[in-house]
């Protein structure tokens, strides 16, 4: 299985899931089962590592993103991963737009997985401290659910 998270810049939001999501994968003892990897639909920030703020939210719960660089998702990333899953709406509607009539890549919004159908993980970029806080509990509920869901169905 593949699991691709998608966010705007790729720096905030998707690399924050990247990360949470890896640990998760880790404790539930399916590392090796699952591949993930973070995009983003813009390509602002190619090249850069997380914002400090998602670093540091991220680091307080013993997770390291210093290692992530953004990339742009490209159509490529149809054929290669199973889930490609965006974090807001927008984000759907910009893999929506780049998805290939023909892929089998299942589509969605992450929040899905938290019980959650419809809602939005929000964009913390241009607020304060407790916004990144605030994403990073809506993705540790996301990938626990995404967790049940993988097991259940693969
Ligand atoms: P992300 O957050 O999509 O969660 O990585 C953002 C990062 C940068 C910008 C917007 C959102 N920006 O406008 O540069």
Same mark, same amino acid.
């Given at each position: 299985?593949?699991?691709? =998270?998608? &966010?705007?810049?790729?720096i905030?939001?998707?690399? /924050? %899931?990247?990360?949470?999501?890896?640990?998760?994968?880790?404790? %539930?003892?399916?590392?090796?089962?699952?591949?993930? !990897?973070? &995009?983003g639909?813009?390509?602002?920030?190619?090249?850069?590592?997380? !914002?400090?703020?998602?670093?540091?939210?991220?680091? &307080?719960?013993?997770?390291?993103?210093s290692? $992530?660089?953004a990339r742009?998702? @490209?159509?490529?990333? =149809?054929?290669?991963?199973?889930?490609?899953?965006?974090? !807001?709406?927008? @984000? $759907?509607?910009?893999?929506? !737009?780049?998805?290939?009539?023909?892929?089998? %890549?299942?589509?969605? $919004?992450?929040?899905?997985? %938290?019980? /959650?159908?419809?809602?939005?993980?929000?964009?913390?970029?241009?607020?304060?401290d407790?916004? =990144?806080?605030?994403?990073? @509990?809506?993705?540790?509920?996301a990938? @626990?659910?995404?967790?049940?869901?993988?097991?259940?169905?693969?």
């Amino acid at each position: 299985m593949k699991v691709l =998270f998608v &966010c705007l810049g790729n720096i905030c939001r998707s690399p /924050t %899931a990247e990360g949470v999501f890896r640990r998760a994968l880790e404790q %539930a003892g399916l590392a090796d089962e699952v591949e993930i !990897d973070s &995009c983003g639909v813009g390509s602002w920030h190619v090249g850069k590592a997380p !914002d400090s703020r998602a670093q540091q939210v991220a680091l &307080c719960r013993g997770i390291d993103l210093s290692g $992530l660089r953004a990339r742009q998702l @490209n159509v490529q990333d =149809f054929a290669e991963f199973d889930y490609v899953l965006g974090m !807001d709406q927008d @984000n $759907l509607r910009a893999i929506c !737009d780049l998805k290939p009539a023909n892929s089998q %890549a299942h589509v969605g $919004l992450f929040l899905d997985f %938290a019980g /959650t159908p419809g809602a939005e993980v929000p964009d913390p970029y241009y607020g304060g401290d407790e916004g =990144f806080e605030n994403v990073l @509990n809506m993705i540790e509920a996301a990938s @626990n659910g995404l967790i049940q869901h993988l097991k259940r169905e693969h």
